[in-house]
């Protein structure tokens, strides 16, 4: 018997969030301030269960949506629930808000794992009576479709609480990891900012196109990211495994890494010239229609690992 959960901002994540729990059969409370996200939440849910279903990636999604119940008052929302999700504005003031609000219109034994994308949990906890039961709970946008969370303790998160939300986590079929200790950025966004950094900083020097930057990781590197990381994938580029591929190029990423001791803002120039190169793509008006691309394309991956898990192993 699963418990039920409750979502706390119904946006583009807390929308996902809502899709992740009830596709693994939890009964969702989504509850968020704004009157119009409300009356249009479950219209968007619906439409991206349909395509998970296409995908066979569910099997009946109205059994899915009729798990989800939209709440307009954050008190009903929580009564009773055992895990709540919030996933507000990021910003201090608003998480510091809503977590004081859920802190006191939950149960003890509520646990409150926050969407941060960056900002710690210690930033907006510590008045908190029930600190100890709050976490970073960081998913990837869509959160149903990609399925890695970094979960953050603050200094005083109780670790049965990591340890508990690890488990739901890999219960509705997320996949979770365990940070240690608060950083900015927390893993995901240092990885994707080293790449990022690196990208601008080459774009801008000239070396290549944004579009023959981006091919480097659509045609190349992101082919094996999609099923594994950087030191299994070095493990395999060498004869001799990992430290074999150290010796060989360690020189080499030194030297790079040497070449970028002053790292640049993103000048507004250089996003110009950027957003220039993008939009010959992809037109303002149709980056919504890409994005739905984009997450047909996570579904049809989404179904192939799935597949190729099965027949190959992980
Ligand atoms: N979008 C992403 O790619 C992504 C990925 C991972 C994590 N996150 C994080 O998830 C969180 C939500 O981001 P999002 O992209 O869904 O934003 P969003 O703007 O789409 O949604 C935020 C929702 O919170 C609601 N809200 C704001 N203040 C509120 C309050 N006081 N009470 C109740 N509801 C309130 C808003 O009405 C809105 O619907 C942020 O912390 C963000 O950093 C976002």
């Not at 996902?16 to 969702?28: C, E, L, M």
């Not at 229609?289 to 984009?294: G, M, S």
Request: with cysteine.
């Amino acid at each position: 018997m699963t418990s039920p959960i409750a979502v706390v901002g119904a946006g583009l994540v807390g929308a996902g969030w809502a899709i992740v729990f009830a596709r693994a059969g939890h009964d969702v409370r989504l509850y968020d301030g704004d009157e119009k996200i409300r009356a249009t939440a479950l219209d968007g849910i619906r439409a991206n269960l349909e395509g998970l279903q296409s995908f066979d990636l569910i099997n009946d999604a109205g059994a899915v949506a009729d798990r989800i119940a939209v709440h307009g008052d954050l008190a009903s929302a929580v009564a009773g629930v055992s895990y709540v999700q919030e996933s507000v504005f990021e910003t201090i003031p608003v998480k510091h808000e809503v977590t004081q609000q859920l802190d006191e219109a939950c149960s003890s034994e509520t646990v409150i794992g926050s969407s941060s994308s960056g900002i710690p949990a210690s930033a907006f906890t510590e008045n908190l009576k029930g600190r100890s039961r709050c976490l970073i709970a960081h998913p990837v946008n869509p959160p149903y479709l990609v399925p890695l969370v970094e979960l953050v303790p603050a200094p005083w998160t109780h670790s049965g609480v990591i340890d508990s939300t690890f488990e739901l986590m890999e219960s509705v079929g997320q996949s979770p990891i365990r940070i240690d200790r608060e950083v900015e950025g927390f893993v995901l966004n240092r990885l994707q900012g080293a790449l990022l950094n690196e990208a601008w900083a080459l774009f801008e020097e000239g070396y290549a196109s944004a579009g023959d930057i981006d091919k480097t990781v659509s045609e190349g590197l992101g082919l094996r990211w999609s099923f594994m990381g950087p030191f299994q994938t070095i493990d395999l580029n060498a004869p001799g495994g990992v430290s074999d591929y150290a010796a060989r190029l360690s020189p080499l990423y030194h030297a790079v890494a040497e070449s970028r001791t002053d790292p640049q803002r993103w000048s507004d120039a250089l996003v110009a010239c950027v957003e220039h190169e993008r939009r010959q793509h992809v037109s303002a008006e149709g980056l919504k229609d890409r994005r739905e691309w984009r997450d047909r394309r996570l579904m049809a991956l989404a179904a192939h690992k799935a597949k190729a898990s099965k027949k190959l192993g992980d």
